[in-house]
């Protein structure tokens, strides 16, 4: 029973094509995350829903859209990809539960690897 | 500068010593410091976290906190070859999460 699933695993791609990612997360989390890897292992966060609704939106090119259409799932949507967006994409969730409780652990995804040639 | 810094090593030590891994970090509105491992090509998992200043202990796991300083530590007791892996310190304020740049770690047997 995979708890955060993340489609495809690995994406290779021509620059200029548009692509998309799928997220899902059996858990009942309210708050899903997407994050950048880069090749040094840098991982950045992109954008963060809780309950449908984006709270998180770094600093990215417009070019990335995501895209919740229920609490379980958030894809990631990529225009015109670009050699630079090389990568791997992780997503996670994680439960926000009750005022005052920390809930700090995420469950992340096994990623896309995504090349852009 | 990165709100969160961390040595990126690799470190490559022989089975059974201890390991420190350390970061620093520039924003005194992080509540709470985690440490998570990754598997080459999977995801991070959460090991642990702490919220104040001082030391939390886990089997062979200590994480560190100095506030006043900005650092915080992971020390693993005993290593083991499972143990080879990237760990990247975290840190959080609200629903934002800042991570390092992870340390490879590869435990020699």
């Known amino acids: 029973d995979t708890a955060v699933s993340q489609t495809p695993k690995y994406l290779v791609t021509q620059m200029g094509n548009d692509k998309s990612i799928k997220c899902e997360q059996n858990?009942?989390?309210?708050?899903m995350y997407w994050y950048k890897q880069d090749s040094k292992k840098f991982l950045k966060i992109m954008f963060s829903?809780?309950?449908?609704?984006?709270?998180i939106n770094e600093t990215v090119p417009n070019r990335f859209s995501p895209k919740s259409p229920d609490k379980a799932h958030l894809n990631l949507h990529i225009n015109s990809l670009e050699l630079g967006d090389s990568a791997v994409y992780f997503c996670?969730?994680?439960?926000?539960?009750?005022?005052?409780?920390?809930?700090?652990?995420?469950?992340f995804g096994p990623g896309t690897r995504l090349t852009v040639l | 500068q990165k709100e969160v810094e961390q040595d990126p090593g690799p470190l490559s030590v022989p089975e059974g010593a201890i390991v420190s891994l350390n970061c620093t970090y520039s924003?005194?509105?992080?509540?709470?410091f985690m440490w998570y491992r990754q598997y080459s090509r999977k995801g991070p998992e959460l090991l642990m976290y702490?919220?104040?200043?001082g030391n939390k202990e886990d089997g062979r796991f200590t994480a560190q906190v100095d506030k006043s300083s900005k650092y915080i530590s992971l020390f693993i007791r005993d290593s083991q070859p499972s143990d080879s892996a990237t760990y990247l310190c975290?840190?959080?304020?609200?629903?934002?999460?800042?991570f390092g740049t992870g340390t490879s770690l590869t435990v020699i047997p």
């Open positions: 829903y809780n309950n449908k609704e984006l709270i």
């Open positions: 702490t919220y104040s200043s």
């Open positions: 924003n005194s509105a992080f509540q709470y």
């Open positions: 975290a840190m959080r304020t609200g629903n934002q999460f800042y």
């Open positions: 996670a969730s994680r439960p926000t539960g009750l005022a005052g409780l920390p809930n700090n652990e995420q469950f």
């Open positions: 858990l009942g989390h309210d708050t």
